[in-house]
């Protein structure tokens, strides 16, 4: 019987997860937009859900960079890609390692 494709794994390189791990404020962080794409959905949706949900994700969790903090970390991107686009309107939310797992976790309760 053949697989349904929609329920197949998809197996990530941990080299690419790793280079989309920043710290920052002391924490190993991942941005918005690269939890989103690991997840393959938008940024946009991913953050609505986080909204929806935000009793789940304490400050520990998950936090927006501050404007020096977001400002650095563009300036950081652009000039080792400079051919990325930084459209973004407001800083990104940053999730540690518990809110990265507390986003793959929707039925269960978020513990430390």
């Known amino acids: 019987m ?3 494709p929609s329920t197949a794994v998809r197996v990530i390189p941990v080299e690419l997860i790793e ?3 920043y710290l920052i404020r002391g924490h190993k962080v991942m941005l ?3 939890l989103a794409k690991l997840y393959q959905v938008p940024t946009k949706v991913l953050n609505q859900a ?3 949900n935000l009793s789940r994700f304490p400050d520990d969790f998950m936090f ?3 404007k020096e903090e977001f400002e650095n970390w563009r300036s950081q991107i652009v000039t080792s890609n400079p ?3 930084m459209g973004l309107r407001r800083p990104p939310y940053a999730f540690t390692e518990h809110g990265s797992d507390a986003l793959i976790r929707p039925d269960e309760q978020a513990r430390c």
Do not use: M
């Open 64 to 66: 927006q960079l501050r």
């Open 19 to 21: 280079r989309k791990i």
């Open 2 to 4: 053949a697989k349904n």
């Open 32 to 34: 918005d937009s690269d």
């Open 50 to 52: 986080v909204r929806r």
């Open 83 to 85: 051919g990325v686009k």
